[in-house]
């Protein structure tokens, strides 16, 4: 299958529900950028607020239309409810390559399995729809939770960034550098591969 950023792609598990992101989702998302701003705290693209909510979802469906990025809004089967966002980026057909990230859950979902889950069927989608050769993760080298849910997840370290990118405090940020090949996806069994 060759990725085609115009079609609209649903990844489903029993526990999750990924939807391509669009603006009808703007209320729902607009409930954590104003009660939970800290969510940001890592990240290179500051969601906090009405306003950076909407900026957030512009932007990520001007990158979804310029063939760079595709979004997604997690929707946990749980607790019948979105959970938050997550998306495909870096996608490099010629090379069959792609990064994970931009990944972001409200406080009631986080620890609740929702992360893995939704992991789960995006490296499904990517290795075993797709062909992608290698997926690629990163974290703010300050994000102790995120990497330790990467090195759990049997993602390989690579490395680190440093000062790669300017967090949304304005202070520098170093970017660890995970990945998993397709072998080593289809050699299993992972926690990944439940």
Request: aromatic content about 12%; charged content about 25%.
């Amino acid at each position: 299958m060759v990725f085609d950023f115009e079609r609209d792609y649903v990844l489903e598990n029993d526990r999750v529900c990924l939807y391509p992101l669009t603006h009808s989702h703007f209320e729902e998302l607009e409930i954590f950028a104003k009660e939970e701003p800290e969510l940001w705290a890592y990240s290179m693209v500051d969601g906090s607020g009405s306003e950076g909510m909407n900026m957030y979802i512009q932007q990520a469906l001007e990158l979804r239309k310029a063939c760079q990025q595709y979004p997604f809004v997690v929707f946990d089967k749980h607790q019948n409810a979105i959970a938050g966002s997550t998306r495909f980026y870096d996608i490099q057909l010629g090379t069959l390559c792609m990064q994970l990230g931009y990944t972001w859950f409200g406080k009631k979902f986080q620890g609740t399995g929702i992360n893995l889950a939704s992991k789960q069927v995006m490296l499904q989608f990517a290795f075993e729809n797709l062909n992608m050769q290698r997926v690629e993760l990163r974290a703010d080298s300050e994000n102790l939770r995120s990497i330790s849910a990467m090195k759990k997840l049997g993602f390989t370290f690579e490395g680190l960034l440093r000062s790669n990118g300017i967090r949304r405090d304005g202070t520098r940020r170093s970017s660890s550098v995970f990945s998993m090949l397709i072998e080593e996806w289809l050699a299993g069994p992972t926690l990944l591969k439940a």
